[in-house]
């Protein structure tokens, strides 16, 4: 039986190993130890045994070629890496699709392989491919860590996340219909300006709104949300942060 806590984390280590661009191989953090950890949590949920042991053997061999903590990894070792990392992926999902997963005891309505892809991946399913990749990097990350809450039941903790995430987007589109910082500005000044614009569409304000007044919410200590509400967030952010981000991609500067 599969936990889906312990399958998220094989795959944010996994896409750490693939995407990142490693530099420095030993040391806490690095390469060699995300290694470690990979395969730590492969053997751990017995996933695939060929990958476990060429994980460990990638890593004893990194360690003995880059034995200090200044020696960077160079380019045709990393470009082995990534292809190994490929073909890593590809085994694992094949094993994790013929094993019976973990269901949490509270059903998710969000659709559960939607949300393992957005926890592990470097897209997002709930976005277009074009929005996901104009969102700030502060924000992707937030819209990852509001996945991941769902997949553990953390209701409150995804509608704080997501309300974070549609908060930077919303100072990014600020500075790009003001060509002005947001600085320090409250929400509220900064939509109460953006209210003021003529081309400002009149369904985002009141996504904005709707998100400012659940922002104020959670600034309570005693407040805490359930399944329903945390989605209903959630879903209001992503057309929010959708309406932005197409504006901002329709702009000729953008183009």
Known sequence: ??????????????????????????????????????????????????????????????????????????HEDEQ?????ARVWIELLSKSVSGRIAFEPTKPILLNTESLMQAAT????PFFDDNVWQTIVEVARNDFKETTRC?????????????????EGVLRQYYEFKTKNK?????????VGELEKLPDVDKTLLGYLNFIREKRNET??????????????????????VTAMCNELLTSPKQA
Not at 80 to 84: C, M, Q, S, V
Request: proline share 2%; no cysteine; glycine share 6%.
């Open 1 to 74: 039986m599969l936990k889906l806590r312990n399958i998220v984390d094989v795959g944010v280590l996994l896409g750490r190993v693939y995407y990142e661009k490693h530099e420095v191989v030993a040391g806490e953090g690095r390469l060699a130890n995300l290694l470690e950890r990979l395969y730590y949590a492969i053997n751990e949920q017995r996933l695939d045994d060929q990958v476990r042991d060429q994980v460990s053997a990638t890593k004893n061999r990194l360690e003995k070629k880059y034995p200090y903590t200044n020696k960077a990894l160079d």
């Open 182 to 190: 947001s600085g320090g500005k409250k929400w509220a000044e900064v």
């Open 80 to 84: 082995e890496l990534k292809r190994d």
């Open 219 to 240: 600034q309570h200590p005693q407040k805490t949300y359930d399944q329903r509400d945390s989605e209903n967030i959630f879903t209001v952010v992503v057309n929010a």
């Open 150 to 166: 769902f997949i553990a039941a953390a209701w409150t903790a995804a509608a704080m996340t997501a309300l974070r995430g549609a």
């Open 121 to 124: 991946n470097y897209s997002n």
